[in-house]
Structures are given as structure tokens and as C-alpha cells.
């Protein structure tokens, strides 16, 4: 045997100098990289808040106006419930903070949600925490984009009417950015990150100097509120409607135990420092915008968003400060919506391995990146952002319960493996000592951190799809086990082709030495008769096939075939209802039925191949037809015979 | 050599008593039926006027309407002109129809435009009113049915805002029928016809008499006339812009012309003779309504057509006689249409024969009726009903200029036949005679006649350009001239084709000897050792060729080879650049370069094939991909082996 490897590299370096063709799709998403070329370095903790918090930062721009949107329809006073309901979730993302600060030193490697499951409660909770996780990034660009139209459109109003328009657009810039394969790591990442978060804690600073001196005031010409239907009461199910509302502003805290990885070592160190950091910068805004809302009498508004007039009340005005937050804000929500393009792909990818999702998720494009992923993200983004018009109001009901729920199972297998370790160390313990002397309580601990975070992010989502269960959140909760008996069909399919390919118990079988050969003719001509020829090299046994359907064009066949036919036999095949296919089928069928052991049926079919490929739209397409129908007939060997005019 | 035909009748006889496997398409069209089943009886005078009267019979629903939707703009009393207006319509209709009774004895065979064009004035006059017809022929179906529907919210103002809805399910049910293979023949259609001739018939006779006895009034609650901008002064423009609008009555006169064949023998006689009384019921019914039209004043509008209007005048109401009225109208516009649909798939096949469209036009599907024509009328149909939004008056402008043209062609042709005809006849007398003797004069008379009709629909056809041209008619300028450099691309397509394919100087070559067999492998697994199999059969010179995209895995699939390869040896592409169908190429452009004369390439892709179609979306179509690709290769040919799981 001789095994010969041929790099490739020198070939293309023949051919041309540095790269393969160039197509309009390199000139689109860039020149192809290879895959010696994936980077590797990492990244501080300054930039690494930068890239990581743009998702959960930016939430602070639409959670404390979605809060205010269910309470204003409360009869009076309603929106002074925003503080305290902002403290009570502030409180929640404190729980959630520790709790994942325990899961980055558990998994240096990357502890997502879907990973976490899968180590500590097995296949069916990871397939659903994935299941949650891609519904919810899909929501994710879905939520930022438009809630960074509603900025845009705030200060432009005029823009209004093509909000739509613009997200998608938005969605499709972003997803090229991501076939290009935009690098995380890019200090590039770091400039809007910190702009935002300055320009929003000069707004907010500026507004407290303003209250506490009393120069604050109202916000001028607020957009109007058309109140649906009578005002209601107060009810404890309202607060927890404002509440669960308001948990959006615990989405994209989780973003930084995906990507550990990323930061310099010791890793786990820096990442949970940086998670620290993000929560806090994230309580601190939130906060103050809730707080600051409420004295100036914001009204929630599809027109304007409180971030808006917080600003312009706080800036007396549309001026440059103000343009200055409101862009700034627009930036990250949209930079929020990149993270998802990040984790979105690799997530599918990381399922695909697994063999949960489609195995096209795991092929790396021209650019390294999940290409696959990041198209049908950008896709299924645009078809809800179209659905829903861009309504950020709209969109929230389904989002974060997918969120909670990937929380949930996350804490709940940090639960589970802290106690497993436990009492791997008690056995331990009495293996050694006979019994449990130098007992190791820290377990404990951390079980109940982690299972408090799992009981407090559990109520969360009940409460969630309780109380918006018929705003939306009834869809959610519809599709996600959906999903996961989807992914769970998907891993049988996979399971059983692997099976039936393996080579375990495979013996090898004797040659076939008989070939059978069927010349399928439409006609008698040069390319007919190329097929012919290469028929004839295979085997002795060759019968030429034509299906009659006008009785003059087989007549011509016939004669032609006496003259060119090189002594072949010719079979005609009558077809009184004028179908093509059915009839070979039928005959081959018949054939088949005699087949001796080592016979071997092989179907030599001419393909017309036009210069053009619209020529193909001028020519029925019999080849295609036949060769579709006979692939699924097991013991055929299709042979294509081409003949290029 | 030996030739043995099977007649494929008795296999279907053995497999399926009488039939093919039934289909969810036979379910919607009908049971397969027989070449052997076309039919042949014809039909006499009376049926035939039913049968190819609905076209033209129907327009006198919709030719008064549109002539007053132009007049009706005019400053004040331009209504008055719609009755003249029609007088001249009638005119001109009566010239057309003493040219085609000529037609009609001259081609018994069937004498439609584009035949006569292309007998006597060549092939570019002949496309020229082929496109022409096509056009017209979707241009009936959207008008009559736009305008059945009109007559259907008359009656029922509900149905309104649904009414391109119920056109485009009206266009697919006609289509439907027709894809049936609704016999045209069939007694069937004399009902409606003849019911709308009586129906119409009774109603303006009522009329006349009311009107005579002074007791017709005016219209009740006629619907409202918004005039768009001034009303403008009444100039010859005007009136001959309400002419070119009301020969949209003339549409449908060619029918019988196309179908002579269908009628009784003598047939030409017998057409000729339907023709006659079918211009005379419509000139009447068109005079009848224009002049009762314009005495009750009826406004011509969207929302109510002017039949409706006139019916309930006559009948004081909407009771039952104006429902039969106004149903028997609509039935009669869609019954319009489905003449369309027997000519244009019908005219389709005629030019696609001549190899002017796609030749899949002249493929009969399984009830022996012109499928793909039937669809592509449909679709087409649909769109310009979509685009319109149903409206007559906004599809009017399109319509007839097509019409005129294939008129002026048709009887310039007729003209042309009769000089020719003459010239021959005074060759033959001076030959025989040595002089012109007996001189036949009737070709003169015959050839004035068809070149009276020629220059009469000539002339209509500038009015008409210049008058409507910026209302729509701009469009149609355009798209027939494309149509004819179109059908003339696909002409030369097919023609340099059959010259390529061509035997003329054919020599046969003799076979080739050494097969060089080149072994895609994907993995190796049990469908790759088929196609191995597969490959040593054909030739010991076997390559196996694996893409690397992985390493691991390409080292995975070195150390398998090894074991199950039987001692074939193996090359490994590298693929820097994670593609799968550039390196396989550019390695067997390299091979072919150093290819010897005798040496044949084949190339052995293994095809998966899964149980289920859905199960190709979880595998990536390689073995598709390299196939579209090396089909474009000359001299390659590719045995796909499949392994069903």
C-alpha cells in the first residue's frame, strides 16, 4: 500500500500566489483564512468587561421603562412602585452574580449553561438549557436591535415609520460584521462599552447634582400614553407582572462564564473579578434610572424611550450631550446584539458535536467563524423583529424566561456537583480513616449558593410565565420542549446512521465481477453515443433503454439506433400515459428481480450539460429526474455520462 | 442486432389493473388518461358558438363601462358620446369579421395569427404576433376575471375589500379545470352562454320597452364619481382615447378562427357561419347596452359596474332577475377566461415545436392537456391581477394592443396569400396561354378586403398606442418586442444545439480502453467500501482521494484505510481553507492534464442516501456539490453509488 499526502498548500501556491479565487462573497465578508490562522491570544479584564457586558449593560436601557410600561396602567401611583421593584431585581442579580462567580472557578474552561447541565444532570436538561439558550440569543438581537432603533428614532423621529427597515438592516450589518468574523478580543470593542458607560454615569450623576438641588424639573412635551381600557387596581399580580418584566435586566449575565477562556491567567481569577465589576456597574445604572425616571415623570412610550427624556430633562435639552448618551446607547444595544451572534453559533456548534443539531452547524466558514449558525441567528432575529414591528414592549414577554430557565438549570447542576463531591469526600474520608474525621464543610456552602440561586431563579421564571403567559410568554413555553424532542429526533438520526455505517462486525465482501449495463436514450445522438461508448467499456452486457412516447420519435430511435447502436440491443419502453420515469423504473424493477448474486446494475445516463445554465430552464430535466428516482432504489449504480455543447 | 419491444401496457396491467400509482395530483386533476384517448368528435354550430363565444360575448360586460370611465372626465356631456363612440366600435368589428370569414375558408386547418404570419410574411412577423397573442391571452384572464368579480361585489358590496383574493382563487379553480382537461366540446358550456345571451337579451329588450313607454327613469342611488383634478375639454384626443378603450369589445373575435377544426364538416362553412352570428349577438348586445347605458344615466365606477347599474334599473331592483342577470355575467367572464386557457397553452406548443419556447410547452401531462402552459398562463394571470388589484380600468390600457397587432399581421398575411396567389395565377395563364385570357379577378377583391382589415386594425393599433400609452400601453410596446428577441435567443439555442448533436459527420471512435478511477472518500465506513467495491470493479488503477479539513479526523482516516482500504492506495488533500470541492478539483485538473489518449476519467462519488428526504438537511450535500461541479468538467464521468440506511 502507498499512502501519499499531498499538501495542498503548494498547489494553490502554483496556482495562485496566496489564496483561492476571490468571489463576491470575499469581497463581501473577506479574504478566506485558514485554519491554522484561529487566534489564540486573550484578553485583560479592562477589555474583557468591555466585550462581555455590552449585552447586560445595555439591558439597563430598556428594563426600567418595560417596568413602567405595565404599571402605568395601575389607577394612580403605580410608577412609584419602579424603585422598589428595581431593588427587589437588583437584589435577584446579586443571587444570580454569586452564584455564577462559583460556577468560573468550578469551569475554567467555559461554563455555560449547556455545558454545566450536561456534566452534572445529564442529556435531556442540557438539550433543554440549550434549547433555552438559542431561543433566547435569537431574542436577544432581536430585543437590542429594536430597543437601539427605539433610541435612534427617539432622537429622530421622523424615522419612526421605518423602524422595521432599519433593525433588519441593522441585523444583516451585524451578521456580516460576524461572517467577516469580527475578533472579540478587539480593543475596538472596549471604546463604546466605556463610552456608554461614562456617558450614562455623567447623565445620571448630573441628574442627582440637579434633584438634590432642586433644579431638576419634569420632562418636557412627554410623548403621550393612550391608556387601553379602564385603569386598573393595584394587585400583587401587577407587581409581579412589573417584576418579572423587569428581570430582563438579568439577561447577558451569564456571557461572561461562556467565555473564560478568553482572559488572561489565572483565568477564573480575572473573569469572576470582571463579573463582579459588570453586575455592579449594571446595579448601579439601573438603579439611578429608575430612580431618576420616576422624579422627572417619565412616561413609557413606543415613541420615546425614558432614556430619552431622562436626557434631554437632564441636559435641558436635544444637544450634544444628549445626542452623546443616545447614541452611545444605540451602539451598545447593538454591540448586545453581537454577543449574540458570538454565542449563539457557538452554542449550536458545541450541540451539532454533540449531535443534538444539524453537523452543517459545526463547519467553520471562509472566515473561522460557525457561518451556518450565524446566518440562520441573523434570520430567525429579522423574522421577529418583522413579526413583532420592532416593538421592544412586544418582544419582552418572550424574552427572558428562556433566560431564568437556563439559570436554573445551571445553578441546579452546580447544586448537584458540589454534592456529589461531597460525598465523594466523605467516601474518601471513610476509605482512608474509617470514618469521617477531617470533614470538608466548604460543599456545603457552596451547594446552598448555588441551590439558593437555582430555588430564587426558578420562582422567577414561574412567576415570569405566569404573569405574561398570555402576553407571549405562552409561545415560549410552547416551543422550547418543541425544541428539545427536535434535538432529541435529530441525535436518534445520527445514532442509528452511525450504527448501520460502523465497520465493527463489517466483512469484507467478494468483488462483483458481472456488470449489468442499461443505456438510458431520450435520443440518438453525439451525446448518446459518447454514453454508448463508455457502456461499452464497462461491459459486454449492455441493453439501450428509450421510453416511447410519441410513436414517431421512437420509430426515428430505432432506425438511427440500427445505424449508430454499434449492434447494442435496444429495449422500447411504451409509455401510454406519457410519463418518463415510471416506466424505467418499472422495467428496472423487473430486471432487478432475476439478479444473479454477482451481478452488478449500473445505469448509464447521458447529461446534457448546456453552456449556460439557463440553458437547463429550455431542456425537461430527465437526468435529474431519473437519477433522484433510482438513487433510492438500493443495488443501482447511477453513472452520469456528460456531454458539454 | 436485435431489437425487442415491450409494450409497457401489460407490465402496468400485472403491477396495477388499469392505471399508474394514484397520486395527490391525480386525486386534484383526474386519472391519468392515454395518448390513445385524445379526443377527436367535433361540434355543431350551435355548440361552437358557445363554446368559442364567451370571449367576445363577454366583453360587452366591461367595453360600455370603460368607454364611459374616459368620457366621464370631459367637462359636461361627454357621455353623449359613448353611443356613437360604440357605432364606431361596431364598424370596425364588422370589417374584422368579413376578413377572417376569408381566413376561415382559406385555413380550414385552423388559421390563428401566428400561423397565417408565419406562412405568408415569415418567421420575425410570426413571432411577432406569437408574443403579441401570449401576452393577450393572460391579459384576458385578468381582465375577464377582474371583471367577473366586479359583477360579483356589484351585487355583494361585502365582498369588496376581498375581491383579488377571489379573482386569484378563480384564476387557480379555472386552472384547475384545465389541468382536468375540461373537454371543450362539452355541452356544458352551451348552458351558461347561451343563458347570458338570453339573460342580457331580455334585459335591454325590457329596457327598450320601458324606455319606449317612458317608465326606465333614471339609476337609483348611482355609486359616486370621484373626479380626480378639473374636468378637461372634450377633443379628438378624448374620443378617440374612449374609441381605442371600447375596442376592447373586439378581444375574442379570433377564437373561432383558431378552432375550425372542432366544428362539423363542411367546417369551414359552419365556422364561418357561427363567426357571422356571434358579431352580430355581440354588436347587438354592446349597441343595446351603450344606449341604455347613457339614458339612465349610469356612472361608470369601481365599486358598481354599469351592467349592474343597468340591470336594476330595467328590473326596479335587485330582485331575482337582476342576480340571474348579474350571475350569468360572471359566469360568462370566467368562462372567458378559460378560453385563454385553451389557446394560450395551445399556442405555446405550436411555437415551442417550432423551437421558439421551451420545449417543455409542448410536453402533454397525465389528461393529455399542455401542463406547464396551463400553470405559467396561471401564474402569470395571478400576478398581473395581484398588481392591479383587479381592477379593469387599470388593466384595460394593457389590453387589445396586442390584439390589433396580431389583427394586422393576420389579415396583412391574408393579403399577401391573395397577390401571391394572383401573381401565380397570371404566370399560369401567360404560360398556358401565352398571355393573360381569362383572367380570375376575385383575388383582387379578396386581397382589398383582407387589406382594408389590415390597415383598419392598423390604424386602431397607433390610436390606440399613443392615446393609452401613458396609462399602461408603454409597457406592452416594450415587453413584445423583448418577447420576440427572446423566443429568437431560444431558436438559436436550440437550433446550434441539434447542430452540435448532429450525426451528419459522425465517425464512430473506438472504445476506450484503461479506466482511471478516482474514489471520493468523505470517512470510511460501510457506503465507502461499496463504492471501493464498486470502483476495483471497473479498474485496478483505483485513487482514493480524502479532503482534509481536520487533521485528526484525516489521521483517523489514514489508520481506517489501512485496515479496510484493500491495499488501494490514498491521497490526502490539504485544505487550508476548509473547503471541500476546490481542492478535489484542482487535483484532477492537475491528473487530467498528463491524461493519455486512451485513458477514460471516472470519478466514484459515494452518496448517502437517508431513509426520510428531511434527513438530507442534517448531512452537508458534498456529494451534490462536487457533482455540479465536475459535470461542467469535459471528459469526466461520475458513478455515484449510493448506500441507503
Given at each position: 500500500m502507498k499512502i501519499e499526502t499531498l499538501t495542498n498548500t503548494s498547489i494553490y501556491e502554483t496556482h495562485?500566489?496566496?489564496?483561492?479565487h476571490r468571489t463576491w462573497s470575499d469581497w463581501l465578508i473577506g479574504n478566506p483564512m485558514r485554519t491554522a490562522d484561529a487566534p489564540h491570544q486573550t484578553i485583560s479584564k479592562k477589555i474583557g468587561l468591555a466585550v462581555f457586558a455590552s449585552d447586560a449593560l445595555s439591558s439597563s436601557a430598556y428594563a426600567t421603562q418595560e417596568i413602567m410600561m405595565i404599571l402605568a396602567v395601575a389607577a394612580s401611583g403605580g410608577l412609584h412602585y419602579v424603585f422598589p421593584i428595581s431593588l427587589a431585581i437588583v437584589t435577584l442579580m446579586v443571587i444570580v452574580t454569586i452564584s455564577y462567580e462559583q460556577t468560573i472557578h468550578t469551569y475554567p474552561g467555559g461554563g455555560g449553561s449547556y455545558i454545566v447541565a450536561r456534566d452534572n444532570l445529564g442529556e435531556l436538561p442540557a438539550q433543554t438549557a440549550g434549547a433555552a439558550l438559542l431561543t433566547d440569543y435569537i431574542l436577544t438581537v432581536a430585543v437590542s436591535i429594536s430597543s437601539g432603533v427605539a433610541q435612534i428614532t427617539s432622537a429622530f423621529p421622523s424615522l419612526y415609520s421605518y423602524r422595521v427597515l432599519i433593525a433588519v438592516s441593522l441585523v444583516f450589518f451585524v451578521m456580516l460584521m460576524n461572517l467577516r468574523g469580527v475578533k472579540e478580543s478587539g480593543k475596538l470593542f472596549a471604546i463604546p462599552t466605556y463610552f456608554f458607560v461614562v456617558a450614562m454615569l455623567v447623565t445620571v450623576s448630573i441628574g442627582f447634582i440637579r434633584f438634590m438641588i432642586g433644579s431638576l424639573g419634569s420632562v418636557v412635551n412627554p410623548p403621550a400614553f393612550s391608556l387601553v381600557g379602564a385603569a386598573v387596581a393595584i394587585t400583587p399580580f401587577l407587581l409581579l407582572h412589573a417584576f418579572s418584566t423587569g428581570?430582563?435586566?438579568?439577561?447577558?449575565?451569564e456571557a461572561i462564564s461562556n467565555g473564560i477562556t478568553a482572559f488572561h491567567e489565572p483565568r477564573s481569577k480575572n473573569a469572576g473579578i470582571t463579573l463582579i465589576w459588570m453586575t455592579s456597574i449594571l446595579a448601579v445604572l439601573f438603579l439611578s434610572i429608575s430612580f431618576l425616571a420616576g422624579k422627572i415623570g417619565a412616561i413609557p412610550s413606543e415613541s420615546e424611550t425614558v432614556i430619552s427624556q431622562l436626557a434631554r430633562t437632564v441636559y435641558s435639552g436635544t444637544g450634544l450631550l444628549y445626542l452623546a448618551l443616545i447614541s452611545g446607547t444605540a451602539v451598545i444595544l447593538i454591540m448586545a446584539a453581537n454577543t449574540a451572534f458570538a454565542d449563539f453559533p457557538r452554542l449550536g456548534a458545541l450541540q451539532a458535536g454533540d449531535?443534538?443539531?444539524?453537523?452543517?452547524?459545526t463547519f467553520r466558514g471562509s472566515r473561522l467563524v460557525y457561518s451556518w449558525g450565524i446566518v440562520a441567528l441573523a434570520m430567525l432575529a429579522s423574522l421577529l423583529i418583522i413579526i413583532f414591528q420592532a416593538s421592544v414592549t412586544r418582544l419582552i414577554p418572550l424574552y427572558a424566561i428562556g433566560v431564568f430557565l437556563s439559570f436554573t438549570l445551571s445553578q441546579t447542576g452546580m447544586a448537584r456537583r458540589w454534592w456529589k463531591s461531597g460525598r465523594l469526600k466523605a467516601e474518601q474520608e471513610i476509605q482512608e480513616h474509617?470514618?469521617?474525621?477531617?470533614?470538608?464543610?466548604r460543599w456545603k456552602f457552596k451547594m446552598i449558593v448555588n441551590g439558593f440561586g437555582a430555588v430564587c431563579t426558578f420562582v422567577v421564571m414561574i412567576v415570569f410565565g405566569v404573569t405574561k403567559f398570555k402576553d407571549g410568554a405562552w409561545l415560549i413555553i410552547i416551543i422550547i420542549p418543541l425544541l428539545v424532542v427536535f434535538f432529541m429526533g435529530i441525535h436518534f438520526h445520527y445514532e442509528s446512521l452511525a450504527k448501520n455505517l460502523s465497520l465493527e462486525y463489517y466483512t469484507s465482501q467478494p468483488v462483483a465481477i458481472r456488470h449489468r449495463v442499461i443505456l438510458l436514450l431520450a435520443g440518438v445522438h453525439r451525446g448518446s453515443l459518447v454514453a454508448l461508448n463508455y457502456a461499452e467499456s464497462l461491459s459486454n452486457d449492455v441493453t439501450a433503454v428509450h421510453v416511447s412516447i410519441d410513436p414517431q420519435e421512437s420509430e426515428k430511435v430505432r432506425k438511427k439506433w440500427e445505424t449508430y447502436g454499434n449492434g447494442v440491443r435496444l429495449v422500447i419502453l411504451d409509455s401510454p400515459y406519457r410519463q418518463l420515469v415510471e416506466p424505467v423504473i418499472e422495467y428496472l424493477e423487473k430486471l432487478m428481480a432475476n439478479r444473479q448474486p454477482n451481478e452488478l446494475f449500473t445505469i448509464v445516463v447521458p447529461q446534457f450539460i448546456p453552456?449556460?445554465?439557463?440553458?437547463?430552464?429550455?431542456?425537461?430535466?430527465t437526468a435529474l429526474l431519473l437519477r433522484f428516482a433510482l438513487l433510492f432504489k438500493p443495488g443501482l449504480v447511477i453513472v452520469e455520462v456528460p456531454y458539454q455543447v
Open positions: 495562485s500566489p496566496s489564496l483561492p428581570t430582563s435586566a438579568l439577561t447577558g449575565i449531535g443534538f443539531l444539524p453537523r452543517q452547524l474509617g470514618s469521617i474525621v477531617k470533614y470538608d464543610q453552456r449556460h445554465w439557463w440553458g437547463n430552464l429550455l431542456h425537461r430535466q
